[in-house]
Structures are given as structure tokens and as C-alpha cells.
């Protein structure tokens, strides 16, 4: 039987379909936001992987590749500011603006 990591085939869509790879992006802020850093940075993850690479990511956020493979990795804690960096490297390259918006509790 032939199984297959996910993460691979997330990576491959995010590779073929830009919408896809938009609609990633946005899931992963919001499940940011909504208390679930460690599956938000493992789809980050995926998204630069899929995307721009560690390499070029690198180079557009001034963090050392091996320092962002590790903040996004499962036990990865990366910094506000570095996080934010990394958001804005991706948005630019995917031409995505976000947007945060607080809700009113219900």
C-alpha cells in the first residue's frame, strides 16, 4: 500500500493553483489568530515550500534559512516581528494584502 504525506501533496497544489496557495495564507492567519500556532506555522511552512522557498525567504526577511525552518516548524516560536516579516514576505509575493479585524463579542 503506497501512502503519501500530506504535506507533499498540499505543497504540489500550492505549487499548481495560486488560489489555492491564497486561500492557505488567509486559513493559516486566521487559525494564527484564533489560538492554533503550531498547525499555522506547519502551514506556513507548506506555503514557503510551495512558494518563494526558505532560500528567497531568506533573503527578503534578513533571517538566516536554517533560523526560519526552524520558527516554523512544529516547536518553532518565532518572534512577533519576525512572524510578522515572514507574513509580509509571502503577501508580497503571492500580491495578497490582509487585513485584521477584531469581531464583537457575541
Known amino acids: ?58 533573503e527578503l526577511t534578513g533571517i538566516p534559512a536554517k533560523s526560519l525552518h526552524r520558527m516554523l516548524s512544529s516547536r518553532g516560536n518565532p518572534a512577533m516581528d519576525n512572524l510578522a516579516a515572514i507574513f509580509e514576505a509571502i503577501t508580497g509575493h503571492l500580491k495578497v494584502e490582509m487585513e485584521a479585524r477584531a469581531r464583537k463579542a457575541a
Open 1 to 58: 500500500m503506497l501512502t503519501r504525506d500530506s504535506s507533499l501533496t498540499i505543497v504540489e497544489r500550492i505549487r499548481r493553483d495560486p488560489r489555492f496557495a491564497k486561500g492557505v495564507l488567509t486559513e493559516a492567519a486566521t487559525i494564527f489568530l484564533g489560538g492554533e500556532p503550531e498547525v499555522a506555522r506547519l502551514m506556513l511552512r507548506d506555503i514557503v515550500n510551495g512558494t518563494l522557498g526558505f532560500e528567497v525567504l531568506s
